[in-house]
């Protein structure tokens, strides 16, 4: 069965085409990241009009590079949210139009869910279920366990920032462009993890649940000390300074990332571990997991899959479409939140 993938969840336009939910014969990203590092951030405004334009040539470079043609396609596949209401509206209207004009179904998932896919599909051998499932991207960090694909608990969530969102800030706060991430994680490497010693943030009566606003303050005051205006003394900071915070946010984070994915697995009974998402694409995180736990089995997307990219969606809506045997309804909405378990 020949899949199109269309993602356009928040500032990646993305088309792939995948077969039988697994193999992956065309994966187109652009990302809109010029766009935005001028802004720090992403500006909702640019990035739907930038899907405007990119979605058909993305669409029909996805095509060409898998060599087959439209009519060929067996179901189209959209991420109908969560994300930006606009970005969304503009993936979901021509996965309907290309539905309508094809006459073929289409079905809409769940972005979030598509990154754990990300990893399940980077598997060659089957996995066993149940697995913890752990979400670290820009807007979502969770802790799920996975009965089966589509099936899910949430065990925990953040109660503020997301763990990529905390990345993009303090990156922001230091004055690296955005997004912050592959930065922080590249000056980390030079500097001293144990420099500043930032909290990591507990939220009472569920020990589980994440907070990362408060350390976002706690990298503030480093950066400003006594004074008010923090943008003005980014600047002044020194080389060693910045590579210090890097490294000692980095470690926090990933520490408290790390003890609370172990903390669920073991109260969970659970010995395989899929995470997906954004921040999965950095290699100390995984790194650390491998030395803080060697007896559980930690999945990684592969390469391609950890940031934003259209075959997770494919992939998830093979699944989705042969489970409810039927596509959507074309009034189907594009939903800015959406739960994991539901
Ligand atoms: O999953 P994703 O592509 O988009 C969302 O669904 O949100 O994740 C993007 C996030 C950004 O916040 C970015 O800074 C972060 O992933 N990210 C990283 C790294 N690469 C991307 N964070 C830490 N280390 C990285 N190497
Ligand atoms: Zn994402």
Known sequence: MLVLGIESTCDETACSIVEDGKEILSSV????????????????????????????????????????????????????????????????????????????????????????????????????????????????????????????????????????????????????????????????????????????????????????????????????GQNSDYSAHHCQLSYSEKVDICASFQHVVFQDIIQKTVLAANESGIDTVVLGGGVTNNRTLRKLFSENDSHRTYLWPSEGLSLDNAAMIAGLGYHKYLAKGCGDALDLEALTRISLAG
Do not use: W
Not at 120 to 132: A, D, H, T
């Open 29 to 224: 990203i652009s990302s809109q990241i010029d766009l935005h590092t001028e802004y720090g951030g992403v500006v909702p405004e640019l990035a739907c009009r930038r899907h405007v334009d990119l979605l058909i040539p993305v669409l029909q470079e996805a095509i060409e590079k898998a060599e087959v043609s439209l009519k060929e396609i067996d179901l189209i596949a959209v991420a109908h949210g969560p994300g930006l209401i606009g970005a969304l509206l503009l993936g979901l209207s021509t996965a309907k139009s290309l539905s309508l004009a094809l006459n073929k179904p289409f079905i809409g998932v769940n972005h979030v869910e598509a990154h754990l896919y990300a990893t399940l599909m980077s598997r060659n051998e089957g996995i066993r279920f149940p697995c913890l499932g752990v979400v670290l991207s820009g807007g979502h960090t969770a802790i799920v366990r996975m009965d089966e694909i589509g099936q899910y608990q949430l065990i925990s969530q953040t109660v503020d920032d997301a763990i990529g969102e905390a990345f993009d800030k303090v990156a922001k706060i230091l004055g690296l462009p955005y997004p912050g991430g592959p930065q922080i994680e590249k000056l980390a490497k030079e500097g001293n993890s144990l420099a500043y010693p930032f909290k990591p943030g507990r939220v009472k009566k569920q020990p589980l649940d994440f907070s990362f606003s408060g350390i976002k303050t706690g990298v503030l005051y480093a950066v400003k």
